[in-house]
């Protein structure tokens, strides 16, 4: 996974605070901050009680969509 995972943008939608996803999740602050601004590896596991905080599908963070500037 890259920095394109939709984490942060889920959280903000959720209108759930940072502390409280953390706390949901079972993930520091510092982590969950570092997958929104940089993405990185997390384990499925980590994915999937995210997913499950936001309410939301773990295979949407695997589905692609055509890039917008092309193939490259």
Same mark, same amino acid.
């Given at each position: 996974?890259?920095?394109?995972?939709?984490?942060?943008?889920?959280? *903000? @939608?959720?209108?759930?605070?940072?502390?409280?996803?953390? &706390?949901? %999740?079972?993930?520091?602050?510092? $982590?969950? !901050?570092? *997958? @929104?601004?940089?993405?990185?590896?997390?384990?499925?596991? &980590?994915? %999937?009680?995210?997913?499950?905080? $936001?309410? !939301?599908? *773990?295979?949407?963070?695997?589905?692609?969509?055509?890039?917008?500037?092309? %193939?490259?």
């Amino acid at each position: 996974m890259q920095a394109s995972l939709p984490l942060r943008t889920w959280r *903000l @939608e959720s209108g759930k605070a940072p502390e409280n996803v953390c &706390v949901e %999740a079972e993930i520091s602050y510092p $982590y969950l !901050r570092q *997958l @929104e601004d940089k993405g990185g590896n997390p384990s499925a596991a &980590v994915l %999937a009680r995210l997913a499950a905080v $936001y309410g !939301r599908d *773990l295979g949407e963070l695997f589905t692609t969509e055509p890039d917008p500037a092309g %193939a490259r």
